[in-house]
């Protein structure tokens, strides 16, 4: 029994990915290319990914929406949780990084559920809506500019369904929202969404202590 998260040290977290992780060949070596990168950082954990392929399968999702594509980890995870049929909209302004996404997309053979749209999210975003997609997506992911968190949250919330979720990267920001000294530009952006959530009644709320902090908003 405990009353709080457990603090997950080295050998922890170790022994979590030992009896947890189930990782494909192909997974493993997009990450490990991706370490490789100068911006590897910007690579969410395995664990993260695996637990948001198994929140797509919970929900039953079938049309997904990705904010962020970077090399495509989550892209390839979650388009690899989609029943057949189903389908990715996956948004970034990065053709250099989204090359080695689509390389793995491909070789995993889901390169077919996936349509990319190189450009600015929010304009994306926007344009989905204005395609009908309004309230028709099951669940959307945020990891993208931290400046534009709030944008983003609100057009997703917009896109997805009720009972669909809106899984947003980064909102713990390793440990500097926390931090009264810290006072950059997104580390304030991703305090005042986390405020702001917590009294947004349009949805249920939990802010997951995995990777980086992932918040899960269920639209109500």
């Known amino acids: 029994m405990s009353n709080r998260s ?6 922890v977290h170790r022994y979590l990915i ?3 992780l189930r990782e494909d060949a192909l ?3 997009l ?3 991706t370490a490789r990168m100068p911006d590897h950082n910007m690579q969410i954990a395995p664990e993260q990914g695996q637990f948001m392929a198994l929140l797509v399968k919970a929900i039953g999702a079938v049309r997904c929406i990705e904010v962020g594509v970077f090399t495509g980890y989550s892209s390839l995870l979650v388009a690899s949780a989609l ?3 189903g389908r990715l909209v996956a948004c970034d302004i990065s053709d250099a990084y989204t090359r080695v996404a689509r390389r793995y997309w491909q070789q995993a053979g889901v390169d077919d559920r996936i349509e990319l749209r190189l ?6 975003l926007d344009a989905l809506r204005a395609e009908g997609g309004e309230g028709s997506y099951d669940f959307a992911f945020i990891d993208a500019d931290k400046s534009s968190y709030d944008r983003y949250y609100e057009a997703s919330l917009r896109l997805v ?3 669909g979720l809106v899984a947003i990267d980064n909102t713990l920001w390793h440990g500097t929202v926390a931090d009264p000294t ?3 530009v997104d580390t304030r952006a991703i305090r005042a969404l986390n405020e702001k959530l917590l009294d947004d009644a349009r949805v249920d709320l939990s802010l997951v202590p995995i990777g980086d902090g992932l918040t899960l908003c269920r639209k109500r």
Not at 119 to 124: D, L, S, V
Request: charged letters at 45%; zero cysteines.
């Open 6 to 11: 457990i603090e997950l040290d080295d050998r």
């Open 18 to 20: 030992d009896v947890s």
């Open 27 to 29: 997974a493993r070596e």
């Open 31 to 33: 990450r490990e290319e």
């Open 83 to 85: 029943p057949a049929g």
């Open 119 to 124: 450009g600015p999210a929010a304009e994306t």
């Open 161 to 163: 369904r009720a009972g």
């Open 182 to 184: 810290v006072d950059d």
